[in-house]
């Protein structure tokens, strides 16, 4: 999921939750869109460089690996010490900061999901052939066409198309 999309459903999160947080409504917004802090960490120390330009190049590529070590604030035996450590001392304010936390995982989980149906569907559908270079390809990768404006429809079929691994980097660059 995009960093504008998680930024957007956080917020109407947020808006959602105001009457109940009031002024802590803050907390679980920050900390879930700071979640991602986590794969730029990743990138400097793998990569050994703070340059947030390469970092946004690495992720942006046509198929970046999907590693979990990128991912240690999503991870669950993080959150669920985070879960253990809030109850045990009866804390609010990190109980705000794991509720944000878990509702950026929980939107990634959401998006993931829908990414291997499309990916299943849409190569079902192509039969095992790249459709701009029609080679055949075991391993056709899901390539955003379109990105609507509206969020509800960030799912449908038409905003995808599958390539081989050679045109969805050409599609990239």
């Known amino acids: 999921m995009r960093v504008q999309e998680h930024i957007k459903l956080s917020s109407a999160a947020a808006v959602a939750a105001l009457p109940w947080l009031k002024k802590d409504v803050w907390i679980p917004l920050a900390a879930s869109v700071l979640i991602d802090v986590d794969h730029y ?19 942006g590529q046509a198929d970046p690996p999907q590693l979990q070590t990128a991912r240690l604030l999503h991870h669950p035996i993080v959150l669920g010490t985070l879960l253990f450590i809030a109850l045990r001392t009866r804390s609010r304010v990190l109980a705000l900061i794991l509720a944000g936390l878990l509702f950026h995982v929980s ?67």
């Open 41 to 59: 960490l990743w990138h400097a120390v793998t990569h050994r460089t703070f340059s947030l330009r390469a970092a946004i190049e690495y992720f």
């Open 107 to 173: 939107l990634d989980v959401v998006h993931t999901t829908q990414m291997k149906f499309l990916k299943r569907s849409l190569s079902a559908k192509a039969n095992g052939l790249c459709p701009e270079c029609g080679q055949a390809c075991e391993a056709l990768q899901l390539h955003t066409v379109h990105i609507p404006a509206n969020i509800l429809d960030r799912y449908n079929q038409r905003n995808f198309m599958v390539m081989c691994p050679t045109c969805h980097e050409l599609a990239h660059s």
